[in-house]
Nanobody
Framework: QVQLVESGGGLVQPGGSLRLSCAASGSIRSINGMGWHRQAPGKQRELVATINNGGRTNYADSVKGRFTISRDNIKNTVYLQMNSLNSEDTAVYYC?????????WGQGTQVTVSS
């Protein structure tokens, strides 16, 4: 089992920045990769960014050049630095971890971009 706890969401003005954190615990050694997804009201959950154990990253086209995913293997934490936020980034952001035995999700953290 892997437990994930997200933090760092909140209210930010358009053009602003936020950094989300996702702390992993439990069967950490089983994790192959981690990522961030988001779900806006009335929309399906969508992938935002992923990072594998080798550090290779992948981004949705909508966030390329604005968001950066990174990981601290000592702290077992994955981060999502979000810059130049706009209203379309408003969503609940979920962290996930992929392992051979399953996919685990955090509880989500709300990000609201509004003036």
């Amino acid at each position: 089992q892997v437990q994930l706890v997200e933090s760092g969401g909140g209210l930010v003005q358009p053009g602003g920045s936020l950094r989300l954190s996702c702390a992993a615990s439990g069967s950490i050694r089983s994790i192959n990769g981690m990522g961030w997804h988001r779900q806006a009201p009335g929309k399906q959950r969508e992938l935002v960014a992923t990072i594998n154990n080798g550090g290779r990253t992948n981004y949705a086209d909508s966030v390329k050049g604005r968001f950066t995913i990174s990981r601290d293997n000592i702290k077992n934490t994955v981060y999502l630095q979000m810059n130049s936020l706009n209203s379309e980034d408003t969503a609940v952001y979920y962290c996930n971890a992929v392992s051979p035995i399953g996919v685990y999700w955090g509880q989500g953290t709300q990000v609201t971009v509004s003036s």
